[in-house]
Antibody, heavy 117, light 105 residues
Framework: VNLEEAGGGLVKPGGSLRLSCAAS????????MAWIRQAPGKGLEWLSY????????YYAASVKGRFTISRDNANNSIHLQMNSLTADDTAVYYC???????????WGQGTVVTVSS | DIQVTQSPSSVSASIGDRVTITCRAS??????LAWYQQKPGKAPKLLIY???NLQSGVPSRFSGSGYGTDFTLTISSLQPEDFATYYC?????????FGGGTKVE
């Protein structure tokens, strides 16, 4: 199993960024996936998950209305569209595979998002 | 939202020590609790799911217990590679939430 995030970088407050996570090594279409972030020196914050078909999505209150999760089962990938970014969104963003029951058994290496003017 | 409180926030231990970390949920979550280990600069690693089920490949010195609102992670004999930060996560209801972490140093 391999998960590889991409798309992080430096963005100005109010800006947008789209993160991607390429998955391999498992039957991607069978599993829920999630995005989890970690601000510098802080703990883990779950952000969003998407069901195996993509029909069900859930967001943390901190990102609801600003972030959108999506998946492409044909290309084994998930995405996180992030809009209206603020300094509080500065973090390492991880994608993770749900083994079932909201437990995350594989994680990517993370991609760094920095929101600063 | 279900709040998850870990204690202690840090623990000082030596090789061979038994280490216990506690996690308390603000509401009943049954057995829907997971534990993760994170080393600096690395992604978290799943250790325990369903409160007491050892994830494949995780050494048997790690164990989890608890039900309802109170849970523990125990490392029976601390090894050099176990110095890390440990997080619990409630998996019972959305939004999923993590504890604040316990650093074993």
């Amino acid at each position: 199993v391999n998960l590889e995030e991409a798309g992080g970088g430096l963005v100005k407050p109010g800006g947008s960024l789209r993160l991607s996570c390429a998955a391999s090594g498992f039957t991607f279409r069978d599993y829920y996936m999630a995005w989890i972030r970690q601000a510098p020196g802080k703990g883990l914050e779950w952000l969003s998950y998407i069901s195996s078909s993509g029909s069900t999505k859930y967001y943390a209150a901190s990102v609801k209305g600003r972030f959108t999760i999506s998946r492409d089962n044909a290309n084994n990938s998930i995405h996180l569209q992030m809009n209206s970014l603020t300094a509080d969104d500065t973090a390492v963003y991880y994608c993770a595979k749900d083994r079932g029951g909201n437990n995350y058994d594989y994680w990517g290496q993370g991609t760094v998002v920095t929101v600063s003017s | 939202d279900i709040q998850v409180t870990q204690s202690p926030s840090s623990v000082s231990a030596s090789i061979g020590d038994r280490v216990t970390i506690t996690c308390r949920a603000s509401q009943f979550i049954g057995s829907f609790l997971a534990w993760y280990q994170q080393k600096p600069g690395k992604a978290p690693k799943l250790l325990i799911y369903g409160a007491s089920n050892l994830q494949s490949g995780v050494p048997s010195r790690f164990s989890g217990s608890g039900y309802g609102t109170d849970f523990t992670l125990t490392i029976s004999s601390l090894q050099p590679e176990d110095f890390a930060t440990y997080y619990c996560q409630q998996a019972n209801s959305d939004p999923l939430t993590f504890g604040g972490g316990t650093k074993v140093e």
